[in-house]
């Protein structure tokens, strides 16, 4: 049996979240953002040992703690007002393996009354001085034990692993989650960790002060997009996910130019956690526009026109054009003409990334005006998204908060006839943050919306 939907009330930073994982769950998000909040909360509602909800887990401004899950067509269910009440229903429950961030180096696993004692035995026997390859050896030695029925929870599975290790536990974590009726769920700070080619295994997670964390669940890719992905996308483009906005380029020559115009502008693309991605190609920059849209990352695409003003580009070179304005829209497309190396000053042919680097890298030079454009752009389209995400989720809490009163008495009737708790489908709350005026070159070095 695995968990088909979660809704998470009043609990730590969740006040009103919804998760629907599959049998492969990667939650991602910046520090703090609320990953271990989700995984936390359901291995209480699952986990006899688990520690109750104090008065130090609810919600600020919140009076109780609501944990449900549909498992099987069952509903189990955790409603706690500390330090008073608490009505539990976990009949039926998967049985549940958490492996905390915090225990790596120590027991790796959380304490349990699992019956399937079988399971626990396999993980506790690969016990060594290194929490890293302890937990990769635990998760294989589960794989060859083809055990079944798990929940498994993992918190950041690349720490003390190196990338090829990491790659190895993912594909284990993978396989776990594809037999015998397993499900895992982990969160991770590493793109090595993003099925990018499933974008419906990805979960983004973020979190503002006023709304809380919120969940945003991509939809599923064509099985064409998916072949692209697997195709175009490797680690160090995967970050994109785990940004707060991204700048699409077309090569290598932007990709080494930018973070150096950043520089000039008085801006640390890394610190406002904006990627620079290379698309490999103006060809590609559809498909990883398209990806943002899905996953409403905030994004800015910046491209060659490849003909003088005044001059038509070449057939293909219009058709590739078009194709980014209409998946981008003209306001996140910044269009340089004739191309890259005729705006930046810099000669065409063989060496432009060298070219480029030297162009930019002293960091005090004058920057053209379309690249000052651009990094002005993502920087407020970063912004703006934020704050309209904030907005909408803010909306749909009150939405959710007008269902609740509106299901009380109904869930209340069911309880008495023995039937458990109505699941309601909550509204699925976006993304949000926080905005600044001065988000644009001219505003303090370091951030006022950063670390929220």
């Not at 973020?206 to 195709?231: C, I, N, S, Y």
């Not at 580009?313 to 005729?342: H, S, W």
């Not at 489908?425 to 976006?430: D, L, N, Q, T």
Request: hydrophobic letters at 35%; one cysteine or more.
């Amino acid at each position: 049996m695995t968990i088909e939907r979660v809704t998470i009330q009043g609990f730590r930073g969740a006040r009103d979240v919804l998760l629907e994982p599959g049998s492969l769950c990667a939650l991602v998000g910046e520090s703090s953002s609320g990953k271990s909040t989700v995984l936390s909360a359901i291995w209480t509602l699952l986990e006899a040992a688990a520690p109750m909800p104090t008065g130090e887990d609810v919600s600020r401004g919140e009076k109780r703690v609501h944990v449900e899950a549909v498992v099987g067509g069952r509903t189990l269910f955790l409603d706690a007002r500390p330090p008073e009440t608490l009505n539990l229903n976990r009949e039926g429950a998967p049985h549940a393996l958490f492996f905390p961030a915090d225990l790596r180096p120590t027991t790796l696993l959380a304490p349990t009354d699992s019956p399937a004692k079988r399971a626990v035995g396999v993980v506790r026997r690969e016990r060594t001085d290194d929490g890293g390859l302890t937990l990769v050896r635990s998760l294989a030695a589960l794989v060859e034990a083809r055990v079944r029925g798990l929940v498994i929870l993992i918190e950041e599975p690349e720490l003390y692993l190196s990338p090829p290790a990491q790659r190895h536990l993912h594909r284990q974590l993978r396989t776990l989650a594809s037999r015998g009726g397993n499900q895992v769920l982990y969160s991770t700070h590493s793109p090595v960790f993003l099925g990018v080619d499933k974008l419906d295994e990805l979960v983004l997670v973020r979190h503002d002060e006023r709304t809380g964390t919120t969940l945003l669940q991509p939809e599923t890719l064509t099985r064409k997009q998916a072949f692209r992905m697997v195709a175009e996308f490797d680690a160090e483009r995967a970050e994109m996910f785990l940004s707060r906005a991204v700048m699409l380029v077309e090569g290598r020559t932007e990709k080494v130019a930018l973070p150096f115009v950043f520089s000039a502008l008085g801006l640390d693309a890394d610190q406002e956690a904006i990627t620079v991605v290379d698309c490999q190609g103006k060809g590609n920059i559809p498909l990883f526009a398209e990806i943002c849209n899905a996953c409403h990352i905030p994004y800015v695409v910046l491209h060659d026109r490849d003909a003088p003003r005044g001059q038509q580009p070449a057939e293909a070179e219009q058709i590739a054009n078009d194709a980014i304005l209409r998946v981008a829209g003209r306001k996140r497309t910044i269009t340089l003409v004739p191309d890259f190396e005729g705006v930046s000053g810099l000669p065409a042919g063989r060496g432009k990334p060298e070219a480029a680097w030297r162009r930019f890298q002293g960091g005090d030079g004058e920057v053209p005006g379309p690249l000052r454009q651009a990094v002005e752009r993502v920087v407020l389209q970063r912004c703006a998204s934020a704050a309209a995400r904030s907005r909408t989720s803010s909306r749909s809490r009150a939405r959710t908060a007008r269902g609740s009163r509106l299901h009380a008495s109904r869930r209340s009737r069911a309880r008495r006839r023995g039937r458990g708790l109505c699941p309601r489908s909550a509204p699925m709350p976006r993304s949000c943050g926080r905005t600044s005026r001065r988000c644009a070159p001219g505003h303090p070095r370091r951030s006022p919306y950063l670390g929220r």
